[in-house]
């Protein structure tokens, strides 16, 4: 169940926060509307890493899509563009 509280029970910030854990947040309103979230830095780093997870997957999608329809590049010219050599 959702730990939803008007944005004036803040003036008691402490206990507030004493709520909040990895398995519940706490959300405040403003004139009876959601308007906050608090979260744990443990759940702010997961929520980066998914972001990060979902932004990669896409990127690769959309790569994956144009070399689909322009054709994949040899390993070979890109070594060369690139400047390396295999080892």
């Known amino acids: 169940m959702p730990n939803i509280k008007p944005i004036s029970d803040l003036r008691n910030y402490t ?23 608090i979260l744990t830095m443990a759940e ?10 979902y932004t990669l997957f896409f990127k690769l999608q959309k790569a994956e899509g144009r070399a689909a329809k322009e054709g994949w590049i040899d390993v070979d010219d890109v070594e060369k563009k690139l400047g390396v050599s295999e080892a």
């Not at 206990?15 to 979230?37: I, P």
């Not at 702010?44 to 997870?53: F, N, P, V």
């Open 44 to 53: 702010i780093d997961e929520l980066d890493r998914y972001k990060a997870a």
């Open 15 to 37: 206990e507030v926060l004493k709520e909040v854990d990895t398995a519940s947040r706490v959300y405040l309103t403003r004139n009876g509307h959601g308007e906050y979230g």
